[in-house]
């Protein structure tokens, strides 16, 4: 039988049951998002929708919206932190939608695209002050 040191122990159990690519800050932001316009429409709505997010990361995000936004969907988004700061802004696509049993609300998650560096770094800097230290990573 092969024994293992405590810390290779730990970090097999970690990797594991984290399988995401990017830390995770479950800590609410509130984001504005609209719809991109498809190819055959002319101009995005001027018409801002502002939910709060339930899940973050450099990668994307998770929301609750009235609105069933179907897989594919283009998000323009603008990710807030701080009143005193301008907001994160970059795209989404949605990935995935989940219908709340029971209610007219759904899950929408969101891939970033066409994120900048300095943007990703906002938010994983977000992040880490909001996760405890020994959980949080900079991806």
Known sequence: MMKLKPNLINDRMQNSTERRKHHRAEKPVIIRFRIRPENGQ???????DMVGVNDLSAGGLFFNSSNNI????ILDL???FSTSAAPVQCTGMVTRVKKQQDTSIFGIAAAFMNIAESEKELINRF?????????????
């Open 70 to 73: 179907k897989d594919g969907t």
């Open 78 to 80: 603008k990710i807030g």
């Open 42 to 48: 002319e101009m995005a709505s001027s018409e801002w």
């Open 127 to 139: 992040i880490n002050q909001t996760v405890p230290s020994h959980l949080a990573l900079s991806s």
